[in-house]
Structures are given as C-alpha cells and as structure tokens.
Nanobody
C-alpha cells in the first residue's frame, strides 16, 4: 500500500485547512482498509488524531480535536481527507496518513500506532498565532 499526503501548509490560528491522502497499490482494495491520521510535533511523540472505519460509517477522535476535525473517505477516488477547522498553534506538526486492512469488522476504528501497517511520508501543517 502506498499512501501520499498532500494539502499541508501555513495557516493562522482560527483558520481551516484540509489535508488529503491518496492510497494505491497493486492489489489494494480501499474498502478493506480502516484509515487514520496521526501527527507529530517537534520534540514530541506521534499522536492519534482521527480514524475512520473501512465502511466509512464510524469515526473516532481524541478530545483534543473532537468538534474541530472531520475525517472522511472518498471510495471512488481512494482518498482520505482530514478537514481541520478552528486551528490552534498546538495543532502544528507533521500529519501522517495510515492504513490497516480489517477483516473482522467493517465498523472498527483503530486508534493505536501499532494497529496500522502502512504509513505515508507526512505533510507539514503549521498554525501561527
């Protein structure tokens, strides 16, 4: 599985930004994969931001972004999105897309790094105060 993020950039606090992740692979079937977003700020560990089940019906967010971020998936384009609103300087970091094949539940929303087997290279998001 290849994951390529895009859409990062510089935005002022209170602004919005959408990052995307294009997924592909020789035998890749997008609807068999749960997807997620993580981020890593300088000097900090990578942290979970959002995940979506393989059927798109279930999503999960930590309290730090709940109500401000929305994860979605476009099955026709094999693309994952993260819409980020009301951005804060603490949202600054490299945002990584992640994927994991799920066979036991179409509603499973993984949240741990260890749950994911494929990762993108990341896209930088910087929120200025």
């Amino acid at each position: 599985v290849q994951l390529v993020e895009s859409g990062g950039g510089l935005v002022q606090a209170g602004g919005s930004l959408r990052v995307s992740c294009a997924a592909s692979g020789r035998t890749f079937s997008f609807n068999m994969y749960a997807m997620g977003w993580f981020r890593q700020a300088p000097g900090k560990e990578r942290e979970f931001v959002a995940s979506i089940s393989r059927n798109g019906r279930s999503t999960f967010y930590p309290d730090s972004v709940k109500g401000r971020f929305t994860i979605s998936r476009d099955t026709a384009k094999n693309t994952l999105h993260l819409q980020m609103n009301s951005l804060k300087p603490d949202d600054t970091g490299v945002y990584y897309c992640a994927a994991t094949m799920v066979t036991f539940s179409s509603d499973f929303t993984p949240t741990r790094e260890a749950d994911f087997g494929s990762w993108g290279q990341g896209t930088q998001v910087t929120v200025s105060s």
